[in-house]
């Protein structure tokens, strides 16, 4: 009854910008915090960058001065902007939402189903 959808993501150039965004809906309340990750082939999920409920922001040292992010709770909504694109960023990017349910009033982590990031010459 929880969704995250995800849009954004697309092919770059290295040295371009993506604006990502990640909208919640469904019986989602109280949300603690709303972020980012990516998985890479060969690599392990990673966390990119983190937003909490009072505007506390965790970055990635490998995004840090090239990452922003931004949400509007009231929205539900987390935004990430990518700017100065390494190949190296190329992966699936996936949106997290932590908080509540309607349902059962139980906190749990939401994921959505990824936007392919590519940045290639």
């Known amino acids: 009854q929880v969704q995250l959808v995800e849009s954004g993501g697309g092919l770059v150039q290295p040295g371009g910008s993506l604006r990502l965004s990640c909208a919640a809906s469904g019986s989602i309340f109280s949300i603690n915090t709303m972020g980012w990750y990516r998985q890479a082939p060969g690599k392990q999920r990673e966390l990119v960058a983190t937003?909490?409920?009072?505007?506390?922001?965790n970055y990635a040292d490998s995004v840090k001065g090239r990452f922003a992010i931004s949400s509007d709770h009231a929205k539900k909504t987390v935004y990430l902007q990518m700017n100065s694109l390494k190949p190296e960023d190329t992966a699936v990017y996936v949106c997290?939402?932590?908080?509540?349910?309607?349902?059962?009033?139980?906190?749990?982590?939401?994921w959505g189903q990824g936007t392919q990031v590519t940045v290639s010459s």
């Open positions: 937003i909490s409920s009072d505007a506390r922001v």
């Open positions: 997290n939402v932590n908080g509540a349910s309607s349902g059962d009033y139980v906190r749990r982590d939401y």
